[in-house]
């Protein structure tokens, strides 16, 4: 059976750091950014609209179902989104067949269902997800806690929306995921001997 | 630092059996129904109404605030719900202080806030509690699917309404708790190992 570890997050709340400490605790890849990398080099889009598509931008988005559940006359407008769409679950499908991963965001969850993967949310409170933003902000960039509140809530937003918009099930709730993590107060790095536990009494009997 | 993790649950998602478990694989007492015991002893109550002051009958209820936040004029027809809420806080309190233990209900994450414990909230698909209900049903108990359907939501919607007369957070939500766990299809001796790594990590560094 592929072991296939999804990892949905809050901004902020280490998710992505999260994703990558266990698959190398695992010894197994994650894909996270070169999912729209590869994406955008396929397309020939700019890296930064592929991710503003799924976090930034929900007008600039699509119906996910196309292609699944109703024809529609083209409607040029939507051609870019409905490739990164369709690139995303081509390019998450491919990664699932290549063998065990870890994969951060892109609707892996959903797109993947039918491998069972173990499905893990990562979340944290407020003062936690700011802290945790200034400690990562890029040199130069010094956003007030104010600015840094409205890109969490934005980039949020934005993921509930594109979620969905692709499934019936919701950006965050958990009900939608197998294991959710709060990691308010804490360092991401501790937290992976459980996590690695917690993955094999998982895949073990699901 | 003594250790508490305390077990909030869906009805029929194992968090009963998880938190014994847990605390067995622990060495640690776990505390369930004998805080209901407990308190039915030393007030002369019956220990099905206990447990339905904070479960059923919500009717049945009062301002658990009450000492706390405002004087309020003697009413008798609340008096009794009142000696179960303020002796449920002195019994959860007692065993806190009598050192590491996990505490099943009770809002015992919110009394032992002090004490910072590891807060876990045990949850499953409707389909994974009825089973698990019908799988621990008593002799005898014959009850149809909807008969459980509706049990579990009403003893849900008790412990919701219980725990918000109590407390600003929301039962069930997952930010109410440090570790969400979906028990659906899982063999709850098989998490334990996971959960006590778990725990290790989190009291490394909480």
């Known amino acids: 059976m592929t072991r ?12 992505r750091e999260l994703g990558k400490r266990l698959a190398d605790a695992l010894g197994i890849p994650c894909y ?8 955008a080099r396929e397309n020939g889009f ?10 930034r931008s929900i007008e600039a ?26 690139a995303q679950r081509q390019i998450v499908e491919n990664f699932a067949k290549q063998g065990d991963c870890v ?22 409170d407020l003062d936690s997800k700011v802290a945790r933003c200034q ?5 130069g960039e010094n956003l007030t806690r104010r600015e840094l509140e409205r890109r969490i809530r934005q980039v949020e937003r934005g993921r509930r929306q594109f979620r969905e918009m692709y499934t019936e099930s919701k950006w965050g709730r958990k009900e939608s995921y197998d294991l959710c993590v709060n990691t308010s107060g804490l360092e991401i ?8 536990a917690y993955a094999d009494c998982w895949f073990g009997q699901a």
Chains 1, 2 share one sequence.
């Not at 570890?5 to 902020?12: K, L, M, Q, S, Y």
């Not at 400690?135 to 040199?139: F, G, K, L, S």
């Open 4 to 15: 296939i570890i999804t990892i949905n997050r809050e901004f902020g709340s280490g998710g």
């Open 32 to 39: 996270d950014h070169e999912i729209i990398q590869m994406i």
């Open 46 to 55: 700019d890296e930064r609209y592929v991710a503003n598509v799924s976090e």
């Open 61 to 86: 988005a699509y119906p996910l179902t196309i292609g699944h559940r109703f024809a529609m006359p083209s409607m040029p407008v939507m051609d870019q989104p409905i490739r990164v769409a369709v």
């Open 103 to 124: 994969i951060v965001g892109r609707c892996a969850d959903v797109i993947l269902k039918e491998y069972h993967p173990l499905n893990i949310f990562v979340y944290a």
């Open 135 to 139: 400690a990562r902000a890029p040199e």
């Open 189 to 196: 790095k501790a937290l992976i001997p459980a996590l690695v």
